[in-house]
């Protein structure tokens, strides 16, 4: 009993000493009028003393036309402890290049399905 109290001891202060030493940079959600209705995007960034990425959120949320995963039709997140990228409700564990080009990679693709919408509503 003892052992286990000494290991949650221990995690929970290595989860309180983590988590006060990491601080948001990026809070940032963007409404935007689409295809009919308004998407969302969405960025949020936590940063370590060492000023390194060690938590993030990317989202494209469009609840017209996407009623899983509360709307979210593409995103990539570390919210699990791995690198996931989120699409249609279903996400995969993918290779992390690192934040700066992850992120123009989730900003590239919200664009082309922004686009590739916007085009099919013209029909």
């Not at 990026?26 to 060690?54: H, N, P």
């Not at 989202?59 to 997140?77: C, E, S, T």
């Not at 690198?83 to 693709?109: C, D, N, Q, V, W």
Request: some cysteine.
């Amino acid at each position: 009993m003892q052992v286990l109290r000494y290991a949650h001891q221990l995690c929970y202060t290595w989860f309180v000493v983590r988590k006060s030493q990491t601080r948001k940079i990026t809070d940032y959600e963007t409404r935007f009028r689409c295809a009919g209705g308004v998407g969302i995007l969405r960025e949020e960034v936590w940063i370590d003393a060492k000023d390194e990425v060690v938590q993030y959120n990317l989202a494209l949320i469009l609840p017209h036309l996407f009623l899983q995963d509360n709307g979210r039709v593409l995103g990539y997140d570390n919210a699990h402890g791995y690198h996931e990228r989120h699409f249609h409700g279903t996400s995969t564990k993918i290779s992390f290049p690192g934040y700066p080009a992850l992120s123009r990679r989730f900003y590239r693709e919200a664009e082309a399905m922004r686009n590739r919408y916007e085009d099919e509503s013209d029909d």
